[in-house]
């Protein structure tokens, strides 16, 4: 287990992320602990539905706006709802996450947090040094790599979002954004 601490920020809430290489699917697995608890992967509890929109073949998804903390702090909501943060793998499932965005999101919101990043550059967790899903695949193959701005990761980008074209872009963590959540089916 590699562990990776984020600090609150404005938020004053700290968080630990950790990847379990030693996962039982043989995927690694984001996780995290906050006051010594351990949480990792998605709990299995019923996901609460309340407001999460069904689009048929593809999922349930609920748009957060207002939220305030980083990255993840949304990773951390989603979780609590039985769910993750929007993982795209697909152009129609692309077209839903912009539908969703267009048609629920404030006209000053442009950037959204989405389910991936790079919070490790280490070769024992990242040898690729590519960008993660929070399942832990490589966002390479997750079926969906649409970016509007290619910019390398730096020390203060390492976030995924996308933007009203639910293409691909990455911010900072810390940032206060609304981030969209996504039950699979």
């Known amino acids: ?6 600090f609150g920020g404005r938020t004053g809430k700290d968080a630990t992320l950790a990847v379990d290489k030693t996962a039982d699917d043989g995927k690694r697995k984001v996780g995290y ?7 990792m992967g998605f709990p299995s ?3 609460q539905m309340t407001k999460y929109l069904y689009f048929q073949d593809v999922g349930y998804y609920k748009m957060y706006e207002g939220a305030t903390g980083g990255w993840v702090n949304a990773y951390e909501t989603c979780e609590r709802d039985g769910a993750h943060l929007v993982i795209i793998n697909s152009e129609k499932e ?3 996450v912009a539908k969703i965005i267009n048609s629920q999101a404030e006209e000053n919101n442009s950037i959204f947090y989405v389910g991936f990043h790079m919070l490790y550059d280490t070769l024992a967790i990242n040898p690729d040094r590519t960008f993660l899903t929070v399942q832990g695949q ?4 997750s079926g969906y790599n649409i970016w509007g ?8 980008y390492h976030c995924g979002t996308v933007d009203r074209k639910a293409q691909f872009d990455i911010h900072s963590c810390n940032l206060s954004m609304p981030f969209i959540c996504e039950h699979e089916l």
Do not use: K
């Open 33 to 39: 602990t906050q006051g010594g608890f351990p949480n």
């Open 138 to 141: 490589s966002l390479n193959h």
């Open 149 to 156: 701005y290619e910019r390398p990761p730096t020390e203060n």
């Open 1 to 6: 287990m590699f562990i990776i601490t984020c």
């Open 94 to 96: 692309a077209e839903v």
């Open 45 to 47: 509890t019923s996901m």
